[in-house]
């Protein structure tokens, strides 16, 4: 199995910062959508979580940079302010573990 690297973090930290500022667009038009369309958004979202859990394991294991360490938080307040709409609307989403063990939402 191949080694997940810093890289790697940088990466998933800007795709799930990515597929969170989508979902949260699609709060203004949830209601719209019928429940098939909502079962398949809303079920893509396990693998959104997959990809959290790497980059919170590796934010808990490794000294970040600055930048990274920037981007991580800002990805914690944006789970922070939007976690429990997302989840009322059907999202699986989970809450971000923070830096070293440390709760960021």
């Not at 959290?52 to 930048?67: G, M, N, S």
């Not at 997302?86 to 830096?99: D, S």
């Amino acid at each position: 199995m191949r080694r997940y690297t810093g890289e790697d973090f940088e990466r998933d930290l800007d795709r799930l910062t990515s597929e969170w500022e989508d979902a949260i667009q699609l709060i203004a038009d949830w209601d719209s959508f019928d429940g098939e369309q909502k079962a398949a958004i809303t079920g893509e979202w396990l693998h959104t979580n997959a990809i959290q859990f790497a980059v919170e394991e590796y934010a808990q294991t490794h000294e970040l940079t600055e930048l990274q360490r920037a981007a991580f938080l800002r990805l914690g307040d944006l789970i922070a302010k939007h976690r429990k709409t997302l989840r009322a609307m059907g999202f699986p989403v989970q809450p971000l573990a923070g830096l070293k063990g440390r709760a960021v939402a």
